[in-house]
């Protein structure tokens, strides 16, 4: 990493930084009662007084920055532990003296705790190595709880080599690197290493991060042409200059529900009078694509590596539609969620790479398979924009399911699409030997378990493998009950309340607690969640489905016939695409997002049926509608 972008076929680097800590931890001697004393001057004394550095520490931050521990992150850690300590001395340790910190670093500096300096020695060492021994140890010393508030997950160098190597492609070279969300400075030190003349800009929130940032570029060497900004990326200004910025980095991935109000209403503002139409649950990530937006002039470029769920979601639109106007996207590449991108983190990637002002005819898309196989981003398959520009979803270009826009439509156009009911205790409502005397019309078979649609194959023609569900009238009062029947019931009831079924949550909040209240019968079926797309079945058995799976009800009666063309486009084209990926593999389809799903118009569905040699099963094909299956 020192020199050039290492080569990125064959070996996967990924755990390379992860390597560091087992390392440092073998070169250099840390018992832990030595190798750390107080830094000089750092109020350490005070203690004996009663007063700790962390409680003056806490004090000047509050007094500086007002309540914080926002994501904003203006606050992690007032009272710092001892491994932060330690890491803040050592990086003092290793930054040239003259330089200037801003106050929230000088606060941490009288936290710090001095290292000997054959700690300090080794780090160096690693530093010049091509390591990041000061990142690894923030990654290990900063408590998991305050990195993810901050969304501090920091990028393997595989990554990181493959983008600096895309922007050393272009046609231009920069004057000016920005690194937003900057952490230990894993782009900014590759990225001014492949332009030795650029001046550096590091933004970063977190204090503690910027001193390690700052102690790797003294080592590097190149401290002289680095500014960081220890604030709010979206609070920057850059003065303008002559000839083209970079805009590189891993911005922070916080979901919008720890994003305050101040920052939601500074994004929906900012997105307006930049033209955009935005959502305010859109997460920290896209904030600061819009604020780059803001920044970049046009000649302007970049590359960000982000989750990639902002592809198909509503409020991911916001960034889809600069990319199409303005921060002219150039490149995507969605990395496959089982290459387990970040070590530390259950996330999704996708590599955007942008010329500001300057958009080509077709964005570059590729899928990325494995981390080893991620340059160069410039390969690809192109996409013309004015596809994308109208595709409510971008994922199906990236997988290759890129359907015809016209004659599609979404499912939800011919289907509402439900999940299944929650019972609140499957052991007291899921058949089983208490309820041996109850009516046999309130038992219903039921799917209750995602693989017996999966064992299913197209169509569940019978229920007769089922387990049933009882599911009693809410008003057991005016129910048409026999009197050996009112005592059966009565007799399980009374287990069921010893066995607590009337405490859970889903019991309260039913208008009786005994009433499960299945849907009716679903005319298609569908898993949901699984490391495979979805199976959907064809529900001729009429049973019911608990929380396992969706049903699928036409909004108006439709054939056996239709129902079949459209089942088999599907089970064809339907992959893991167009749900929420989870790192690992697991795909979790939303009932909006199926029914978000493209599927032919339904005057096409009919044409399939008429070219389909089974044309008497057809003929005869019962009809189905939501409000005719009513239990
Ligand atoms: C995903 S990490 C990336 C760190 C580093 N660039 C890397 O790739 O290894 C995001 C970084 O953004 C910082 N951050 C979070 N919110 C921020 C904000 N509003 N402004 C600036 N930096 C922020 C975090 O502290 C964290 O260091």
């Known amino acids: 990493m020192e020199n050039s972008v290492p080569p990125l076929t064959g070996v996967d680097k990924s755990t390379k930084y992860s390597h560091v800590q087992e390392r440092f931890a073998a070169q250099i001697p840390r018992p832990p009662d030595s190798g750390f004393q107080p830094c000089a001057g750092t109020g350490e004394e005070s203690e004996e007084r009663g007063r700790t550095p962390e409680l003056d520490a806490e004090e000047t931050l509050r007094r500086d920055m007002g309540p914080l521990r926002e994501t904003t992150g203006e606050d992690q850690g007032l009272a710092m532990n001892r491994a932060e300590r330690e890491l803040i001395g050592l990086a003092i340790a290793l930054i040239d003296g003259k330089r200037k910190f801003t106050p929230r670093e000088r606060t941490l500096q009288r936290q710090g705790l001095k290292p000997a300096v054959k700690i300090m020695m080794a780090t160096r060492n690693l530093i010049k190595a091509g390591e990041d021994p000061l990142g690894e140890l923030f990654c290990k010393a900063r408590p998991a709880s305050l990195r993810r508030d901050l969304g501090a997950t920091y990028t393997p160098d595989n990554i990181v080599a493959a983008m600096v190597g895309w922007a050393k492609l272009e046609a231009i070279t920069p004057t000016r690197i920005v690194d937003p969300g900057a952490g230990s400075g894993r782009f900014i030190v590759d990225a001014a290493n492949a332009f030795p003349k650029a001046s550096l800009v590091a933004v970063e929130i977190d204090p503690l991060a910027a001193l390690t940032l700052r102690a790797n570029a003294a080592v590097k060497g190149f401290g002289n042409r680095l500014t960081v900004k220890v604030q709010d990326y979206r609070s920057i200004a850059l003065p303008v200059i002559k000839g083209p910025t970079l805009f590189i980095g891993n911005p922070p991935y916080v979901r919008h529900h720890d994003i305050g109000t101040r920052w939601k209403s500074w994004f929906s503002r900012n997105s307006k009078a930049q ?276 049903g699928l009800y036409p909004r108006e009666p439709m054939s056996e016939g239709v129902l079949s063309a459209l089942l088999a486009y599907l089970h064809r084209t339907v992959t893991t695409a167009g749900g929420r990926t989870y790192a690992g593999g697991l795909v979790k389809f939303e009932p909006k997002e199926l029914e978000r799903l493209r599927i032919p118009a339904l005057d096409r569905l009919h044409e399939q049926v008429a070219e389909s040699v089974d044309l008497g099963r057809i003929a005869s094909g019962r009809g189905y509608r939501e409000s005719q299956l009513q239990a």
């Open 275 to 550: 033209g955009f139409k935005a959502s305010k649950l859109a997460g920290l990530h896209i904030h600061f694509f819009l604020k780059t937006r803001e920044l970049g002039r046009p000649g302007d470029f970049g590359t960000f590596i982000t989750a990639s769920e902002w592809l198909d979601v509503n409020y991911g639109s916001v960034l889809r539609q600069m990319l199409a106007d303005g921060l002219g996207g150039t490149s995507l590449h969605v990395i496959n969620p089982k290459a387990r991108l970040f070590p530390d983190a259950m996330t999704t990637g996708a590599i955007t790479c942008f010329r500001v002002g300057n958009r080509p005819e077709q964005l570059t898309v590729r899928k990325v398979e494995a981390l080893s196989d991620l340059a160069h981003l410039s390969d690809g398959e192109s996409v013309d924009w004015r596809k994308l520009e109208i595709a409510p979803r971008w994922s199906p270009f990236i997988n290759g399911h890129a359907y015809d826009e016209e004659g599609s439509i979404e499912l939800g156009e011919l289907f509402r699409v439900h999940r299944g009911q929650v019972t609140g205790n499957n052991s007291i409502w899921i058949e089983n030997p208490a309820m041996e005397s109850m009516p046999v019309r309130f038992l219903y078979p039921t799917v209750t378990r995602a693989r017996e649609l999966m064992a299913a194959g197209g169509s569940l023609s019978s229920a007769k493998d089922l387990r049933r569900v009882l599911d009693l009238p809410f008003d057991l009062a005016s129910a048409d009950l026999s009197a050996n029947e009112r005592k059966a019931v009565e007799r399980f009831l009374k287990w069921a309340k010893l066995n607590d079924a009337q405490s859970s949550y889903v019991a309260n909040h039913r208008r009786s607690w005994w009433s499960v209240q299945l849907r009716s019968p679903a005319v298609i079926l569908c898993t949901y969640m699984a490391r495979r797309a979805p199976a959907f079945v064809l529900n001729k058995a009429g049973a019911r489905h608990l929380n396992i799976a969706h």
